[in-house]
């Protein structure tokens, strides 16, 4: 597929000021996201991983505009548009106006919480709808149906209220109503984290049919390997605020090139009860965002750091084949991986 | 070999407005001694309601209808069979936390968060092991080289004589209530205090006295369960259940929590009964696993037999529908729902959605059979015969 | 495909639900005796015309009385409940009476539900400086005590019942602001409504359809307490002269005119045992009949219970 960017995050940052003092001065800051910059490409599905406090959720609310920014640009490229938009700067009531508002939609991770526990399910899905056009109630329950059949429920379903539908059959509704205004773009909160296992596989490859079904690039934030692994094309690995690693799937999961990564990795358990891999123990605990390590913020826990990584914090660079890596010692890692599991 | 813990035929009912739930269906689970069981499960197949039937702890309006639970308590060379379901409330407040000891999903519930972690841990000891704690102290005040507050030298020795017969007299429970005298309690609360910490840096935690004056909220998420499985494993118990104790901690957390279980059952805890939904955890833990579905057990056997040579559909199933790490292809479904509990489908719970339903399975429940070596089917395809019917 | 429940429901869901709501309140039998009481209230409030024949048409509040005389007379014929200080008529007194606790109940707890709703719910939504500056003032209003502060605006503007209830509503907001501000807290961060401002929805409709009927609940429980224990404090003010003018049918009122002879002559103290007791009896049906209801909706409405 043509690789035409979609999203364009530049510098992005996100502090959550900390206020102290009588004065409630600002004191410090939670430093969620610290300086991102990837390139979203239309059509794909990028996954973002890492353990709570990296900043993944952070920056799929940025992406959507559901916070504001501290810094950084985050630019839209909508379809049918030549120019981009910095939407980063854009007050919610400017995103409206210019049409964008609709194109960028979130799927979120609790189907019991993310719907209104008070609306009819025709309610939830016509809402969105009813915002962007006009349409006549005959014409709007259509539409509201097509969705329900799109995402495998029917209209039998139409004049119920969320609790009576199990886990699985919410998210589907969720999805319905993020897919009611046609978005181009959508992120996806861990859409699977609440539901059971069976019903996480009904979900993902719901998504995926969907997806090529109506053209949408999907932003897929997960602390779930293997499901990450399944449904993305691409994926970002994030630590502390930073991307450490940035690659297409089968590249991240064979040719890792980061060390948080591959620490992460060797730590899925794996149903495949032949596999002996060797399991990675991260010493210590991720540090507090509001103090991040100095240089390369991995460096306090990593098994391979150097003099140069406490002082100066290496960049995402391209070390072939599209394949990004923040780390000073990129072009070493795969024999100092092998080196430490020879070790034992 | 010889087994810790067995239910049989537990059945175990909920009255709600819906009607009445029937959570478990003559659920039949044994443990051995020495290892670990896996029970898995989706959410709402019983596996909880299992394991808190088994510890009687289930509150109204749930209600354990029938079966038995077996305890195979070992005290030294003997082992005595307990049945745990016709047990007073105060002689299973005895058993929980000293013989077994179980350990939920969220630490932050777990724990009390206005009180120090070292002394929740003590906790477990001052209720369990006042007897034992008194004696030490008898033989400690009985040397003079004890620094003890002048004149109360004999006073502490008659009370802690009382203590290490009958913990709970009332002469001693008056005591705790007046004023000055109350405190002859504190060189059993500091001695409580400090097997905690010892318990704490046992669990490979640094700094172990900084981290027993701490409170929870000063603590990561690993480390709080690191404490709760501390309170779980301070009295030493014969058998450690683990509620989804796992499912809420990030990757690399989890890697060190099940590495700490991994070296614990070496040395501090003997059987472990693990609860999880997470399959991969199984395999990486487990010696052997139950597999529920909708209140029942489907499928019993050794870890590696289950996962190369899965028996019952559901089980099939389930395993194919988890992405794995060398995935190839769409991960496969199962039709359906999970049924309502309140009116389960007749027969074999899992036919409606069964690819290879038979008429016997709408009508007769399969019963739990051996099948091959020391697994178990509740399935008709496997019938009296141990081999694939038709 | 897989379909949640079994058969296609005939009724609408919101009856459903609404069957449901009135299942979780009745299961509690003090809550049939509260909407027992309020049913029977009801009825002779609407009923009090003829129950009760006003003698002066035009100002059907006003108690009939024959004569001027201060001693009370005891039930008979003429008088069901006998007469008080002044010869007003007890019975009729009662059951006017019952119209003008319900016209201060809800005067006082729609004002001041109104106002605290409104207030409150600003303040939560949008925070920053509103929020601040309100929270003081409710501070301010919270530490002087409610009838020290009520009596403060009577006095100041003279007596009578509007005044009563406007000053009652001016200090009771202060609940309703801080309870609904707790709730819409709590909603403002879910999930739902940040997925309503994805749809770009106004700040306007987001309140009105997302965060106001998930907040009210506290809020109609509180209400129906707010019921009872505005017309005692109603009453209260009565019994100390602030209130209704003399002769109103009020119970309050009505107690106050029996201000002497709550103890009779000592060979026979209860002697005048109806002008206290029969009025007294009304307020504390009255309030028990709401405070069982606001109990029996409190239970109802248990996000924990509600649906086990």
Same mark, same amino acid.
């Given at each position: 597929?043509?690789?035409?960017?979609?999203?364009?995050?530049?510098?992005?940052?996100?502090?959550?000021?900390?206020?102290?003092?009588?004065?409630?001065?600002?004191?410090?800051?939670?430093?969620?996201?610290?300086?991102?910059?990837?390139?979203?490409?239309?059509?794909?599905?990028?996954?973002?991983?890492?353990?709570?406090?990296?900043?993944? *959720?952070?920056?799929?609310?940025?992406?959507?505009? #559901?916070?504001?920014?501290?810094?950084?640009?985050?630019?839209?490229?909508?379809?049918?548009?030549?120019?981009?938009?910095?939407?980063?700067?854009?007050?919610?009531?400017? #995103?409206?106006?210019?049409?964008?508002?609709?194109?960028?939609?979130?799927?979120?991770?609790?189907?019991?919480? =993310?719907?209104?526990?008070?609306?009819?399910?025709?309610?939830?899905?016509?809402?969105?709808?009813?915002?962007?056009?006009?349409?006549?109630?005959?014409?709007?329950?259509?539409?509201?149906?097509?969705?329900?059949?799109?995402?495998?429920?029917?209209?039998?379903?139409?004049?119920?209220?969320?609790?009576?539908?199990?886990?699985?059959?919410?998210?589907?509704?969720?999805?319905?109503?993020?897919?009611?205004?046609?978005?181009?773009?959508?992120?996806?909160?861990?859409?699977?984290?609440?539901?059971?296992?069976?019903?996480?596989?009904?979900?993902?490859?719901?998504?995926?049919? #969907?997806?090529?079904?109506?053209?949408?690039?999907?932003?897929?934030?997960?602390?779930?390997?293997?499901?990450?692994?399944?449904?993305?094309?691409?994926?970002?690995?994030?630590?502390?605020?930073?991307?450490?690693?940035?690659?297409?799937?089968?590249?991240?999961?064979?040719?890792?090139?980061?060390?948080?990564?591959?620490?992460?990795?060797?730590?899925?358990?794996?149903?495949?009860?032949?596999?002996?891999?060797?399991?990675?123990?991260?010493?210590?605990?991720?540090?507090?965002?509001?103090?991040?390590?100095?240089?390369?913020?991995?460096?306090?826990?990593?098994?391979?750091?150097?003099?140069?990584?406490?002082?100066?914090?290496?960049?995402?660079?391209?070390?072939?084949?599209?394949?990004?890596?923040?780390?000073?010692?990129?072009?070493?890692?795969?024999?100092?991986?092998?080196?430490?599991?020879?070790?034992? | 070999?010889?087994?810790?813990?067995?239910?049989?035929?537990?059945?175990?009912?909920?009255?709600?407005?819906?009607?009445?739930?029937?959570?478990?269906?003559?659920?039949?689970?044994?443990?051995?001694?020495?290892?670990? $069981?896996?029970?898995?499960?989706?959410?709402?197949?019983?596996?909880?309601?299992?394991?808190?039937?088994?510890?009687?702890?289930?509150?109204?309006?749930?209600?354990?209808?029938?079966?038995?639970?077996? $305890?195979?308590?070992?005290?030294?060379?003997?082992?005595?069979?307990?049945?745990?379901?016709?047990?007073?409330?105060?002689?299973?407040?005895?058993?929980?936390?000293?013989?077994?000891?179980?350990?939920?999903?969220?630490?932050?519930?777990?724990?009390?968060?206005?009180?120090?972690?070292?002394?929740?841990?003590?906790?477990?000891?001052?209720?369990?092991?006042?007897?034992?704690?008194?004696?030490?102290?008898?033989?400690?005040?009985?040397?003079?080289?004890?620094?003890?507050?002048?004149?109360?030298?004999?006073?502490?020795?008659?009370?802690?004589?009382?203590?290490?017969?009958?913990?709970?007299?009332? #002469?001693?429970?008056?005591?705790?209530?007046?004023?000055?005298?109350?405190?002859?309690?504190?060189?059993?609360?500091?001695?409580?205090?400090?097997?905690?910490?010892?318990?704490?840096?046992?669990?490979?935690?640094?700094?172990?006295?900084?981290?027993?004056?701490?409170?929870?909220?000063?603590?990561?998420?690993?480390?709080?369960?690191?404490?709760?499985?501390?309170?779980?494993?301070?009295?030493?118990?014969?058998?450690?259940?683990?509620?989804?104790?796992?499912?809420?901690?990030?990757?690399?957390?989890?890697?060190?929590?099940?590495?700490?279980?991994?070296?614990?059952?070496?040395?501090?805890?003997?059987?472990?009964?693990?609860?999880?939904?997470?399959?991969?955890?199984?395999?990486?833990?487990?010696?052997?696993?139950?597999?529920?579905?909708?209140?029942?057990?489907?499928?019993?056997?050794?870890?590696?037999?289950?996962?190369?040579?899965?028996?019952?559909?559901?089980?099939?199933?389930?395993?194919? =529908?988890?992405?794995?790490?060398?995935?190839?292809?769409?991960?496969?479904?199962?039709?359906?729902?999970?049924?309502?509990?309140?009116?389960?489908?007749?027969?074999?719970?899992?036919?409606?959605?069964?690819?290879?339903?038979?008429?016997?399975?709408?009508?007769?429940?399969?019963?739990?059979?051996?099948?091959?070596?020391?697994?178990?089917?509740?399935?008709?395809?496997?019938?009296?015969?141990?081999?694939?019917?038709? | 495909?897989?379909?949640?429940?079994?058969?296609?429901?005939?009724?609408?869901?919101?009856?459903?639900?609404?069957?449901?709501?009135?299942?979780?309140?009745?299961?509690?039998?003090?809550?049939?005796?509260?909407?027992?009481?309020?049913?029977?209230?009801?009825?002779?409030?609407?009923?009090?015309?003829?129950?009760?024949?006003?003698?002066?048409?035009?100002?059907?509040?006003?108690?009939?009385?024959?004569?001027?005389?201060?001693?009370?007379?005891?039930?008979?014929?003429?008088?069901?409940?006998?007469?008080?200080?002044?010869?007003?008529?007890?019975?009729?007194?009662?059951?006017?009476? *019952?119209?003008?606790?319900?016209?201060?109940?809800? $005067?006082?707890?729609?004002?001041?539900?109104?106002?605290?709703?409104?207030?409150?719910?600003?303040?939560?939504?949008?925070?920053?400086?509103?929020?601040?500056?309100?929270?003081?003032?409710?501070?301010?209003?919270?530490?002087?005590?409610?009838?020290?502060?009520?009596?403060?605006?009577?006095?100041?503007?003279?007596?009578?019942?509007?005044?009563?209830?406007?000053?009652?509503?001016?200090?009771?907001?202060?609940?309703?602001?801080?309870?609904?501000?707790?709730?819409?807290?709590?909603?403002?961060?879910?999930? $739902?409504?940040?997925?309503?401002?994805?749809?770009?929805?106004?700040?306007?409709?987001?309140?009105?359809?997302?965060?106001?009927?998930?907040?009210?609940?506290?809020?109609?429980?509180?209400?129906?307490?707010?019921?009872?224990?505005?017309?005692?404090?109603?009453?209260?003010?009565?019994?100390?002269?602030?209130?209704?003018?003399?002769?109103?049918?009020?119970?309050?009122?009505?107690?106050?005119?029996?201000?002497?002879?709550?103890?009779?002559?000592?060979?026979?103290?209860?002697?005048?045992?109806?002008?206290?007791?029969?009025?007294?009896?009304?307020?504390?049906?009255?309030?028990?009949?709401?405070?069982?209801?606001?109990?029996?909706?409190?239970?109802?409405?248990?996000?924990?219970?509600?649906?086990?």
């Amino acid at each position: 597929m043509p690789e035409e960017t979609i999203l364009e995050l530049v510098d992005l940052k996100k502090h959550y000021p900390v206020l102290g003092g009588v004065l409630r001065r600002e004191v410090n800051s939670v430093k969620a996201l610290d300086g991102i910059s990837i390139a979203i490409r239309r059509g794909e599905c990028l996954g973002i991983v890492g353990e709570s406090g990296c900043g993944k *959720t952070t920056t799929s609310k940025a992406i959507i505009r #559901l916070h504001d920014p501290t810094s950084g640009k985050i630019l839209f490229h909508p379809k049918g548009q030549e120019e981009p938009v910095d939407i980063a700067s854009l007050s919610p009531r400017q #995103l409206n106006k210019k049409g964008l508002r609709h194109r960028l939609q979130m799927v979120f991770q609790d189907p019991t919480t =993310s719907m209104n526990p008070r609306m009819l399910v025709k309610n939830i899905i016509a809402e969105p709808i009813k915002e962007q056009e006009k349409l006549s109630p005959h014409d709007l329950e259509t539409r509201v149906v097509e969705l329900l059949n799109l995402v495998g429920l029917n209209k039998d379903h139409l004049f119920r209220y969320p609790h009576e539908f199990s886990g699985g059959q919410r998210q589907r509704i969720a999805v319905a109503r993020a897919i009611a205004t046609n978005p181009e773009f959508l992120v996806l909160d861990e859409p699977t984290s609440a539901l059971d296992v069976s019903v996480q596989a009904q979900i993902l490859n719901l998504l995926h049919s #969907l997806r090529q079904k109506l053209g949408l690039t999907y932003l897929f934030v997960t602390h779930h390997l293997l499901v990450v692994k399944y449904i993305s094309d691409r994926i970002a690995v994030m630590y502390l605020g930073k991307v450490v690693e940035l690659a297409h799937t089968d590249s991240l999961f064979e040719n890792t090139c980061h060390p948080y990564t591959w620490a992460l990795l060797s730590g899925i358990p794996s149903t495949d009860i032949d596999e002996t891999r060797e399991r990675i123990i991260l010493e210590g605990d991720v540090p507090s965002p509001l103090d991040p390590p100095s240089g390369c913020r991995f460096h306090t826990r990593c098994p391979f750091a150097i003099k140069v990584c406490s002082q100066i914090e290496p960049q995402l660079i391209d070390t072939g084949g599209d394949h990004l890596v923040a780390c000073h010692r990129s072009h070493d890692t795969r024999s100092l991986f092998h080196n430490h599991a020879t070790k034992g | 070999m010889a087994k810790i813990i067995e239910a049989i035929d537990l059945t175990t009912h909920f009255y709600t407005y819906e009607g009445v739930v029937k959570a478990l269906d003559k659920v039949c689970i044994s443990v051995e001694h020495g290892t670990t $069981f896996g029970l898995v499960g989706e959410s709402g197949c019983g596996k909880s309601v299992t394991v808190r039937s088994m510890m009687r702890i289930i509150q109204e309006p749930g209600k354990i209808e029938g079966g038995k639970v077996l $305890f195979f308590a070992r005290e030294g060379e003997n082992e005595k069979t307990e049945e745990l379901l016709s047990k007073s409330e105060a002689w299973m407040q005895g058993l929980r936390g000293d013989r077994i000891s179980m350990i939920f999903q969220e630490p932050n519930a777990a724990l009390n968060p206005i009180m120090r972690v070292g002394d929740q841990v003590a906790e477990s000891f001052t209720f369990h092991r006042k007897r034992s704690m008194s004696k030490k102290i008898l033989k400690d005040l009985a040397s003079p080289d004890t620094r003890v507050f002048p004149g109360t030298r004999g006073l502490q020795r008659a009370l802690y004589t009382i203590a290490s017969e009958t913990p709970n007299a009332l #002469l001693l429970k008056i005591s705790r209530k007046v004023p000055l005298l109350k405190r002859w309690e504190k060189r059993m609360k500091l001695e409580a205090f400090r097997r905690a910490t010892e318990i704490i840096g046992n669990l490979g935690i640094a700094h172990p006295e900084e981290v027993a004056r701490s409170y929870p909220h000063n603590l990561s998420g690993g480390m709080k369960q690191r404490i709760v499985i501390a309170i779980a494993l301070a009295c030493k118990p014969d058998l450690l259940i683990a509620d989804e104790a796992t499912s809420n901690l990030d990757v690399t957390v989890q890697a060190q929590i099940l590495d700490l279980l991994k070296e614990l059952k070496k040395t501090e805890i003997s059987s472990i009964l693990m609860i999880t939904h997470d399959l991969g955890v199984v395999a990486e833990t487990c010696d052997r696993v139950g597999v529920m579905y909708a209140g029942t057990l489907c499928e019993e056997a050794d870890v590696r037999e289950l996962f190369t040579d899965p028996k019952h559909p559901y089980t099939v199933a389930l395993l194919a =529908s988890v992405p794995r790490f060398h995935q190839e292809g769409e991960l496969k479904t199962i039709e359906g729902m999970v049924p309502n509990l309140v009116h389960p489908p007749s027969g074999c719970r899992f036919h409606p959605r069964c690819a290879h339903v038979m008429e016997r399975c709408k009508t007769e429940v399969p019963e739990l059979m051996t099948v091959g070596e020391n697994h178990k089917v509740a399935c008709h395809l496997y019938d009296s015969k141990g081999e694939t019917d038709a | 495909m897989d379909t949640a429940i079994d058969t296609v429901k005939p009724e609408h869901p919101r009856w459903r639900e609404f069957k449901f709501t009135l299942y979780r309140i009745f299961r509690n039998p003090s809550a049939i005796i509260g909407f027992g009481l309020l049913f029977f209230f009801v009825a002779v409030a609407v009923a009090a015309p003829y129950i009760a024949p006003p003698k002066y048409e035009h100002a059907p509040y006003q108690m009939p009385h024959k004569g001027f005389s201060p001693t009370p007379k005891p039930p008979s014929a003429q008088n069901l409940f006998g007469t008080t200080s002044g010869q007003y008529d007890i019975f009729y007194g009662v059951v006017w009476g *019952t119209r003008t606790a319900f016209k201060i109940g809800l $005067f006082v707890v729609g004002i001041a539900g109104f106002i605290g709703i409104s207030l409150g719910v600003i303040s939560g939504y949008y925070g920053g400086w509103f929020d601040e500056i309100l929270m003081r003032i409710v501070d301010i209003v919270w530490s002087v005590p409610l009838l020290v502060l009520a009596m403060t605006i009577v006095v100041a503007f003279g007596r009578g019942l509007e005044n009563i209830m406007i000053a009652l509503a001016l200090v009771e907001w202060r609940w309703y602001v801080r309870v609904i501000r707790s709730e819409v807290l709590k909603l403002r961060d879910q999930d $739902f409504v940040q997925a309503a401002r994805l749809m770009g929805l106004s700040d306007l409709k987001i309140i009105l359809r997302h965060i106001i009927p998930n907040a009210i609940y506290p809020v109609l429980i509180m209400a129906s307490m707010d019921m009872g224990s505005m017309v005692i404090s109603a009453s209260f003010m009565s019994f100390v002269g602030l209130g209704a003018p003399k002769g109103y049918a009020d119970w309050g009122q009505m107690v106050a005119l029996a201000r002497n002879y709550i103890v009779g002559p000592p060979d026979d103290p209860m002697r005048f045992w109806y002008t206290v007791v029969i009025p007294g009896t009304c307020i504390i049906l009255f309030v028990l009949a709401w405070n069982l209801i606001g109990d029996a909706l409190r239970d109802a409405f248990d996000p924990k219970l509600r649906r086990r």
